[in-house]
């Protein structure tokens, strides 16, 4: 890209994003799938379905732009992305495997914050303001997941997120009884 422009380096960024989102959104059902907590399943279910609208977005933003979305590949997605079926693949379905799966797509958030914020603030240069108006509603949508995610790590940490029927739990409160 030499001699580029900010608006190629926007484009590109925008691309970038599109990718990542739909790479999220194929992504998404594993995590879900692997969650012992009910309330991160659900969490995440809920994500998904938000991704595939800020894809909507997205495309509603290139629409605007008079441009297709981008073939581009975002790699740093890809790497977050196994980076979490790692922890998946490694790891048996329980409180621990959730705790990894939320610090897995904390980073997935991290990355999208960091990208969205990036990408609003660009259009807001370009005079884009409508543009900056869609990616700043995505950037609030990814700053609350990323708050609800650390909301239910310290459920999930904190004991309180174990799943109905978690073996320990049982344990746990046969002992207490056959103590007092």
Request: aromatic share 4%.
């Amino acid at each position: 890209m030499k001699n580029a422009k900010f608006e190629d380096v926007f484009r590109e960024g925008l691309a970038d994003l599109y990718d990542a989102e739909n790479q999220i959104v194929a992504a998404l059902p594993k995590l879900i799938a692997a969650s012992s907590s009910e309330e991160l399943a659900e969490a995440l279910q809920e994500h998904l379905d938000e991704t595939k609208e800020q894809v909507k977005r997205l495309d509603k933003v290139f629409q605007m732009m008079g441009e297709q979305p981008a073939g581009k590949t975002c790699e740093g997605m890809q790497g977050l992305l196994k980076e979490g079926e790692r922890i998946i693949s490694e790891n048996e379905k329980s409180p621990v495997l959730d705790a990894g799966i939320i610090a897995a797509a904390q980073k997935v958030e991290h990355y999208e914050i960091a990208s969205y914020g990036t990408a609003r603030s660009m259009a807001e240069m370009l005079g884009q303001s409508e543009v900056a108006d869609l990616l700043q509603e995505t950037l609030e949508e990814e700053e609350a997941a990323d708050e609800n995610l650390t909301e239910i790590a310290a459920d999930i940490m904190g004991g309180t997120g174990l799943g109905e029927g978690d073996e320990e739990e049982e344990i746990e409160e046969e002992e207490i009884e056959e103590e007092a």
